[in-house]
């Protein structure tokens, strides 16, 4: 599925959330930055191994910056369970929202 991941971030109130350089939160930095902090399997809690490591670390590399990409239905489930590991409901849960309406226009 094709993921815009420059979609910004807003808080409730409309205004957009400045990531840690202040600078407006999109959803590729997030999933990226969430790639990259949660270090263990959202679906077991247990340590990544290193071969996981690499491979989050790729996918990260992959949508850091990145406008629109092509994850796999797989990947786009697996950075939806590290982004509500990473972070709060009100960031992750509209970054959820952006990955989930991809995913329903494509089977439309």
Known sequence: MTIDFSQTITKLNGQVFPDDDGQPLTLGRA???AL???NVNPDSSQPLTPKEARE???LAKRLHGSSMAEVSLDEAAMIQKILVR???PAV???ACDMIEAAGNSHSE
Request: net charge positive; proline share 0%; hydrophobic share 40%.
């Open 36 to 38: 990259g902090v949660v």
């Open 31 to 33: 999933a990226a930055n």
């Open 56 to 58: 989050r670390r790729k």
């Open 86 to 88: 990473a972070y709060a």
């Open 92 to 94: 992750s849960g509209e």
